[in-house]
């Protein structure tokens, strides 16, 4: 026989409740900030030991509480930040009145506080949602809330945390994100007695990236900022040679709120798309500004989820925004990669032997020639792919000209790397690479001219989908129409395939619907035909590329430099790899000991 039913204790409450807000130290140190945040502290002080396990000390310089506050402020659901009965026009971080209780209910639970208009503070404790009744103590204007031994009340919960380092990182992560909201706030925390972070305040978000960041990703981001509806983005996206194996560098705000978004990371991962290889993510500081009753972030315990009124339009400002920025600087590569270049070229000690000048020559034999009249009539890639008809016209003769921004070809190495000749540096390409995204970005072109020919398939192929999957394509048969396909419903939930673009030949129709059909499922239909489109034809472009190992002539060589100083992107290939490396011609000198 099941136990009847019974209400649960307070205490047992506040622990159930303590496991949804409060996982681990950093979620501690997370809502105690914003409430210092949301007081108007512009200075922050964190202390932890023990990666927040044992200490967890908050202090800070805001408007502080009095008494009657700092009695009510521990018990659930208490809170002076919510509009009287408006859930949905949250303009503060905290509004659930949930995380005091919820910390107190499973630790020892310190809170001392003095208002600006009073001359004694007080202070509260707590020990597993116990109070006690609060004391006068002497203490300045401001709030200070120490956590001791989180968790001790709810064993179990302690045995999930990870090592001590790991814990630190994820409360490191947490301030660092907070910072970038707030740089006007100083911060300053302390493990134990060594500083991990002493951020001065700063009206300038530049500065606060640089602290954050480095000086390194400044140089290598570029702004974004857009603007459609009531909806606003601006912040700043690393070049795509500038990238990283994780996408913890992803620093995501809704109206200063720090963010983890399925949407927002999906439309970053879309707008970089065919610029990265699959496992690489870009580095992104953007900031979304939305009216709040658009926007919904009471949808998850910690508040770092969101869920907005019109997913589309701010999934398709997050994709233009950072698009047009990658464009706009499409021929440029990150600054690190020539140092990089030069530290790997830099020997690490003196050579104990010169070899001779022959034996030199026969290892080393670049296809130099002196520069001549140009007189290139086109190449064709030797791939018998749709893009090799592409390349065929896709250079003309170029000019004489002294100050190209990607120099003169002066030779090429190994049949795979063109040299070419700046006033003032060396530049190096990857033919392959740079002839990957001229052909890709001339398929791009045709595809959305609407300049594709449709092939018949020998025998029309046939697929069965599910109803609902049949409901969810239909909307789009005229778009995949207008890009060269035939596609009818046949009967009931099946699909007849009679033509595909000519540019796709040897496409499997059913692969590409399938895979159409997860995209559209995943990203809630905001994913448009054509970027599944772009996929198949980066790998189109990847296969009907000059390849390397082939000769070139001076004339082929600086025709696929002019090319690329007037193709957009053309600075990384589809997979994301760098297509040149610019070497300073100072740098070089410094090689030989010259400077």
């Known amino acids: 026989m099941t136990s009847p039913i019974r209400l649960l204790d307070s205490t047992l409450i506040n622990q159930i409740a303590a496991g949804e807000v409060i996982e681990r130290p950093a979620a501690a140190v997370k809502e105690l900030v914003e409430n210092a945040v949301d007081a108007g502290a512009t200075h922050i002080d964190i202390l932890l030991r023990e990666g927040g396990r044992t200490l967890i000390q908050i202090t800070d310089n805001g408007c502080g ?13 208490a809170t002076s930040k919510l509009p009287e009965g408006d859930l949905f026009n949250i303009k503060s971080f905290g509004f659930r009145g949930e995380a005091l209780p919820s910390i107190g ?16 503070a007080w202070e509260l404790f707590l ?15 401001g709030t200070r809330i120490s956590v001791r031994d989180l968790f001790y009340a709810t064993p179990a919960r302690l045995k999930f945390l990870k090592s001590i380092n790991t814990e630190l990182s994820h409360c490191v992560d947490c301030i660092n994100r907070l910072a970038l909201a707030h740089p006007h706030i100083r911060f300053h925390l302390k493990e134990t007695d060594r500083v991990l972070i002493d951020y001065p305040s700063s009206p300038s978000l530049e500065y606060r990236m640089t ?8 140089n290598n981001a570029r702004p974004i900022q857009g603007q459609r509806d009531n909806v606003g983005i601006k912040g700043w996206v690393s070049l795509p040679t500038y990238n990283r194996s994780q996408s913890t560098e992803q620093f ?50 910690a508040k770092t989820e969101v869920r907005f009124r019109d997913a589309q339009i701010v999934r398709g400002l997050v994709i233009n925004a950072i698009r047009q920025t990658l464009v706009s600087h499409g021929q440029t590569t990150s600054s690190h990669l020539g140092d990089q270049a030069i530290a790997v070229l830099r020997p690490s000690a003196p050579p104990s032997n010169i070899p001779s000048y022959a034996a030199a020559s026969s290892r080393f034999n670049p296809s130099f020639a002196p520069p001549r009249p140009p007189a290139f009539q086109g ?5 018998p792919t749709a893009a090799a008809s592409v390349a065929q016209n896709l250079y003309e003769v170029p000019e004489t000209h002294n100050d190209w921004p990607l120099g003169q070809a002066v030779g090429q190495i190994h049949s795979t790397f063109i040299l070419a000749e700046k006033a003032d540096s060396l530049v190096i390409v990857d ?9 890709y970005e001339q398929l791009k072109q045709n595809l959305h001219e609407k300049n594709v020919a449709s092939q018949a398939v020998l025998l029309p192929e046939v697929l069965t989908v599910a109803q609902t999957d049949l409901a969810l394509l239909e909307p789009h048969l005229p778009e995949l129409q207008g890009l060269g396909f035939d596609i009818e419903v046949y009967s009931g939930n099946a699909l007849v395939v009679r033509q595909i673009p000519a540019l796709l030949s040897g496409l499997k129709a059913s692969d590409f619907i399938h895979d159409l059909l997860s995209d559209l499922k995943e990203l809630d239909q905001g994913v448009a035909v054509t970027e599944k489109l772009y996929e198949i034809l980066s790998s189109v472009a990847c296969r009907g590329s000059i390849r390397a190992g082939r000769k070139l002539s001076l004339q082929e060589m600086n025709a696929m430099l002019r090319q690329m100083e007037s193709t957009p992107l053309s600075g990384q290939c589809n997979h994301g790899r760098p297509t040149y490396v610019e070497l300073k011609k100072t740098d070089i000198e410094k090689l030989f000991g010259r400077r």
């Open 65 to 77: 509480m009095e008494r009657d506050d700092l009695w009510l402020a521990v018990e659930r659901h």
């Open 105 to 120: 209910a499973v630790s020892r639970l310190t809170i001392t506080s003095r208002p600006a208009h009073q001359d004694t």
């Open 127 to 141: 020990e597993g949602g116990v109070k006690n009744e609060p004391k006068i103590v002497a203490y300045p204007i």
């Open 211 to 218: 602290q954050i960041l480095g000086a390194d990703f400044v």
């Open 252 to 301: 995501l705000f809704v109206n200063n709120r720090p963010v983890r978004d399925k949407l927002f990371h999906a439309a970053i991962r879309v707008a970089y798309q065919d610029l990265l290889a699959g496992n690489r993510y870009p580095v992104v500081v953007a900031y979304l500004t939305v009216d709040p009753d658009e926007v919904d972030v009471n949808v998850h315990p």
């Open 379 to 383: 190449f064709i890639p030797s791939s």
């Open 431 to 439: 033919q392959h690479a740079a002839h990957e995204r001229l052909v």
